[in-house]
């Protein structure tokens, strides 16, 4: 984890807007944004798996499969605390636009 002297100074985000590029600034490893879109797709599988069968005992591994990957590459790759710790709900939206971003190009896989 990175040590106080290079952590961005906290900040109170009002809007999801203001939150991405800090986000954004806190997946720089190409690895953990990776692990972070292969969790996601897993969750986005998951759940269309669960809800289609009727296995709605499946949910209970979302959390799992999401953060599993997506913390592994913050704690080995970026070094960093995840921002889900700080902004819960942020955090999970940015989760999925930074998917989508990945899905669409805007950011490189």
């Known amino acids: 984890m990175r ?23 806190e997946h720089r490893s190409r690895v ?7 969790g996601t ?19 209970v591994l979302l959390p799992l499969l999401g ?5 592994v590459g913050h704690f080995f790759f970026e070094k960093n605390s995840p921002a889900t710790f700080r902004y819960p709900f942020f955090s999970l939206a940015g989760d ?8 669409c190009g805007r950011i490189k896989w």
Do not use: E, N
């Open 32 to 38: 953990s944004r990776r692990l972070h879109t292969i």
């Open 96 to 103: 999925f636009v930074m998917f989508r971003d990945v899905l």
């Open 3 to 25: 040590d106080s002297s290079s952590a961005p100074a906290p900040h109170d985000f009002a809007h999801f807007r203001d939150f991405y590029p800090f986000y954004l600034s």
């Open 41 to 59: 797709g897993l969750v986005l599988l998951t759940l269309l798996a669960a809800l289609a069968g009727g296995q709605l005992k499946w949910l």
């Open 67 to 71: 953060y599993g990957p997506a913390w």
